[in-house]
């Protein structure tokens, strides 16, 4: 991963000096930093937020799945389809947009919150699950045998495996949350894409506006993405000691 | 026969599983301090019924009963029961979460909420005797197939059970480490507890049991001390298991 | 109030104008999913055999699309391509391009893992019972790659459906669009457009893509290695 960062600066770099065309405007570029810069920050707060809340509600429904808890079970799949099977745009719109019509007005980031909560909480909920039921059967009946309760079970053999199976699935969850928040632009956010949006308006400085938004995904995504890398690396190792 | 008192006594046990019938109602007397080796052909249902002494498999028909109490009661109540029966799996599991310490507290505090210190002490004790006292603080994945195997063993010794169970448990490991495992159960037997064991080590067991049971599909074909079953087994099928096992 | 709100739905010509719009998303997806199996299979063909220099542009290319967010991508090809290249392509145009490349991206991986998973003893076994390299590929490899690429392959499709939601964003005249303006259109006499429009078109996503998972799921489960 590190060598293709190394080669796509090593090709930023040419292309800029080799891009007259591309000549751009620091100028413009400097001045409108703090302006991506806030809209940076709302974009971080407004997706870990989401990404929280979609995690709860991930975990609340994979126990549930889980435990074959019933009726919960049912109402938990149905919207896990439901969730994943539409797009978050319409989600926001219709959270945004639509209720309002019917007397449940929500600010814009609550709505945000909310959509992303919403979408994320089933991906979520698969991986939490997917790592639940990677925990060995075997582990679970050693700790039968040693007496322990099904509470007690839970609570020292299955719930801190699980946690650390789902670790890769969750971050590949954080890393597409994060991704998808650029929609918020639809919901009159003034977060990156609107922020860009609005000076390519004003201005007409496509090149340097579009620059500034692509660095600030870059920004936040690609060291998320390497870390991610790393963690696996490391709870691979601390499972099987390889 | 012997003269102690009946610790494990098994009365016509059965266990179907669907259409299949996997433990045909077998019956034995386990004596306190005996150790019972089982041996037997790939799914003759030995590991099985290991699995229904301590409350894993469900069984259709028949008794078992430890120390006076019915196990195949309606309300038995497994946790309790599972303090006095102490097994160790061939995938030995132990909680790769917790050191080494902590996997084997985790049962004498939560479950038998014993005084700490108590249980730590004889807890260094059990190591100190299978040669691992200095790798209390290790974390499963550092340790070798026979140190797990040899602390899953000090796990659920240290829950003070009446018998110990053991399935398999060299069938995972490497031939050199498999000698280690072995003293371990030996040295245990000398000292007196009751032992179900199942296993293909022969000689191991030749030297280990009080009493061989052979069980083939379901059935215990044949039963009797280690040195009349290896020397001169009465039964065919006996006879054929242990020759494929003697080049 | 609300029950006022859903005839909207079925005033005039709204349906069938709602209809049309998703016709065009399904335009749009339809082209984009075929050109990104193509060249996705290429790719991922060439991202297991190729020289190394072809592997390692195909992972930039790869990678990039997939940390920088779709909409960001349709955005910079929206404004870049006028702008610094003089090229003045559609909306519409300008989507399946996008969506193409990132299909394909996606493509690749799922072809080059579904290739790099398939077990080297079964080339083995293959060629030791005398199979011609043709034969080889035709009765061993190429059905057994394909059970694990038709799965996320479909899985793939159903994401690129979802996405075309975006192109509300620069102003392709999609479902969402034709919504949009007809919430406008009967903002006076239906207040409650907006959630029962919002609400119908998330059923038509629903409608939509539920079946095409269910399908991906039963496949994977079937075909389970």
Not at chain 1, 192 to 207: A, E, F, H, P, V
Not at chain 2, 53 to 76: C, H, R, S, W, Y
Not at chain 2, 219 to 234: L, N, Q, R
Not at chain 3, 210 to 217: C, H, M
């Amino acid at each position: 991963m590190v060598a293709y960062i190394i080669i796509l600066t090593r090709l930023l770099v040419l292309i800029e000096r080799e891009g007259d065309c591309l000549a751009l405007d620091w100028t413009y570029i400097i001045k409108y930093l703090p302006q991506y810069e806030e809209a940076l920050l709302l974009t971080l707060k407004l997706g870990v937020l989401g990404i929280l809340l979609a995690a709860a509600v991930g975990l609340i429904c994979a126990v549930i799945q889980y435990f074959h808890i019933r009726v919960l079970k049912q109402l938990v799949q149905a919207y896990i389809e439901i969730a994943r099977n539409t797009p978050l745009l319409i989600q926001l719109f219709f959270l945004f947009y639509g209720l309002p019509k019917i007397g449940i007005t929500l600010e814009a980031e609550t709505a945000a919150i909310a959509g992303l909560g919403f979408l994320g909480g089933s991906y979520m909920a698969e991986a939490f699950r997917a790592g639940f039921e990677a925990v060995p059967t075997t582990q679970i009946e050693a700790g039968k045998s040693i007496g322990l309760s099904q509470l007690q079970l839970t609570r020292f053999v299955i719930f801190p495996q699980a946690l650390s199976l789902s670790v890769p699935a969750l971050g590949a969850n954080c890393i597409f949350l994060l991704k998808e928040t650029s929609l918020f632009s639809g919901i009159a956010i003034l977060e990156l894409m609107n922020t860009t949006r609005d000076l390519i308006g004003m201005y007409y400085k496509t090149n340097e506006s579009l620059i500034l938004l692509v660095a600030g995904y870059l920004i936040i995504l690609l060291p998320l993405s390497l870390i991610l890398t790393w963690l696996e690396r490391r709870l691979r190792r601390a499972q099987f000691g390889n | 026969m012997s003269n102690e008192p009946v610790l494990l006594q098994v009365n016509n046990l059965t266990k179907r599983f669907g259409e299949k019938t996997i433990l045909n109602g077998l019956s034995l007397a386990v004596p306190k301090g005996k150790v019972f080796v089982i041996l037997g052909p790939s799914g003759c249902g030995k590991s099985t019924f290991l699995r229904c002494l301590n409350g894993l498999e469900p069984v259709q028909d028949g008794a078992i009963v430890l120390d006076g109490e019915n196990l195949t009661a309606k309300k038995t109540d497994w946790r309790s029961v599972r303090q006095k029966v102490g097994m160790v799996f061939q995938s030995y599991d132990l909680f790769p979460n917790m050191t080494v310490i902590d996997n084997i507290l985790l049962g004498p505090l939560k479950v038998q909420k014993r005084n700490k210190d108590e249980a730590l002490q004889q807890a260094r004790e059990l190591l100190t005797r299978v040669g691992l006292a200095d790798r209390e603080t290790a974390y499963p994945r550092e340790l070798s197939g026979g140190q797990k195997q040899r602390i899953a063993i000090v796990r659920a010794l240290c829950m003070n059970p009446e018998i110990m169970l053991f399935d398999e448990v060299t069938a995972s490991l490497d031939p050199e480490m498999v000698r280690e495992v072995l003293e371990v159960i030996l040295n245990l037997a000398k000292q007196g507890m009751t032992m179900l064991i199942v296993t293909h080590e022969m000689q191991f067991a030749r030297m280990v049991a009080d009493e061989v049971i052979f069980m083939d599909k379901g059935d215990i074909c044949e039963a009797g001390p280690p040195e009349d079953f290896f020397t001169s087994p009465k039964t065919d099928r006996a006879k054929q298991f242990l020759n494929i096992l003697q080049f | 109030m609300l029950n006022s709100g859903i005839d909207v739905l079925f005033q005039g010509i709204n349906l069938q104008r709602l209809l049309l719009g998703l016709w065009v998303t399904a335009r749009i997806a339809l082209i984009s999913i075929i050109l990104s199996f193509f060249f996705g299979i290429l790719f991922g063909v060439l991202r297991t055999t190729g020289p190394k220099a072809v592997k390692v542009v195909l992972r930039l290319y790869l990678e990039l699309f997939r940390i920088i967010p779709i909409l960001v991508w349709l955005f910079v090809f929206y404004f870049v391509l006028p702008a610094d290249f003089e090229i003045n392509l559609s909306a519409e145009v300008v989507s399946i391009l996008v969506f193409s490349l990132w299909g394909a991206a996606e493509m690749s991986d799922i072809v080059r893992g579904a290739v790099i998973s398939l077990p080297v003893h079964q080339a083995e076994s293959g060629k030791a019972l005398g199979l011609s390299v043709w034969q080889l590929y035709r009765h061993v490899l190429i059905p057994q790659a394909m059970k694990r690429t038709l799965p996320p392959a479909i899985n793939l499709a159903t994401r690129l459906i979802k996405t075309t939601a975006l192109l509300v964003m620069i102003g392709v005249i999609e479902v969402i669009k034709v919504g949009q303006q007809i919430i406008e259109q009967s903002s006076t006499e239906y207040p409650t457009a907006a959630f029962w429009v919002y609400a119908f078109i998330f059923v038509l996503y629903f409608i939509i893509c539920y079946p095409l998972s269910a399908v991906s799921r039963r496949l994977e489960r079937k075909w389970a290695a």
